[in-house]
């Protein structure tokens, strides 16, 4: 009589990992260091060089590793843009503005869906995984939804509130330190709810 051996479950990864893992975040955090650096030592135009040297550098090493290379090739996509604006306008502070005003359409397009009822956390977790809109029939998990979209909302209103202010007043290498402190902690602490909405909506919809 043969013996079914028990299957293995791999572990489901962590919001770091899937991140990228700690390499992943500092990753995404080195092309505004250089870029602040570079600014401080050789000016814009080498502050633009070494971001976007930074950039295709972290690109070649993901994939050199074989680790995933879209992120860092967005990655690379972003700052060549923010690059392109900042040689614009000939000032450094405008290598950040891209991203503060990215952070106010975010929050306008998130707060829009939750007063529209369809939050966009709950919207676009169900479609990854094809669960239809069953979650739109249950209140409590429409609220659960809400929750998460509106953690969101305050996590991109805080972004281009604090990086507004320090852009207004010229503060480029404070711009630096508020767009990576801001960055992946306060995205965590959203994952986190949006993590607790998907659990609890699951618990309800499977009750009933």
Sequence with gaps: M???MPQSTKPAPTILQQMGGTAGVVHAALPSIAFVAGDAVFGLAGAIA???GTAAAIAVIRLLRREA??????GALGVAIAAYIA?????????FLLGIWMSLVLAVIFLASVLLRWPLVGVIWNSLNGAGHAWRDDTRSLYAYDVATLTFVVVFVARFVVQRWLYDGDQTGW???????MGYPLLVV?????????RYSRRRLSSD
């Excluded at 290379?69 to 967005?74: C, D, F, L, Y």
């Design 175 to 181: 711009l630096a330190v508020a767009r990576i402190a």
């Design 190 to 198: 959203a994952l986190v709810v949006s993590y607790w909405a998907v």
């Design 2 to 4: 043969s013996r079914t």
């Design 69 to 74: 290379v879209q992120p860092a090739v967005s």
């Design 50 to 52: 070494v971001a976007l």
């Design 87 to 95: 040689w614009q306008t000939g000032e450094a502070k405008d290598y």
